[in-house]
């Protein structure tokens, strides 16, 4: 009886091991797509259509923080106002989507 718990493959034959291995890895796999990849790469595809659509006269908040409103959009630049008479060029990639959705949506709600 001892032999058979301490035996390395559990009781179980040698070809059942491989199989449930397998099945874990599959199912690890399975588990670390749709909880870690799929949601990273829809939020980055999400990113892209949101920075593509903005137009002149968007309002927009950049990574760092800086709030303005695009007076031009060009092929990879915007050229935004932050003050009367006060303008930066930044790049296309420094636009925020989730801190400009929120200063929206806390406008929204004032």
Known sequence: MIEFLMSPSGGESSGMQGWTSIAFFG????????????????????????????????????????????????DDTYLVEIDTNTKIRIERSAVS?????AMLNRKQAS
Not at 32 to 47: E, N, T, V
Not at 97 to 101: G, I, P, Q, V
């Open 97 to 101: 989507m989730e801190y400009t959705k």
């Open 27 to 74: 199912l690890f796999f399975l588990v670390l797509y749709f909880f870690m990849i799929r949601p990273q790469s829809k939020k980055a595809k999400d990113q892209k259509l949101f920075v593509t659509e903005l137009k002149a006269g968007d309002k927009i908040v950049t990574i760092s923080g800086v709030h303005g409103k695009i007076v031009k959009a060009e």
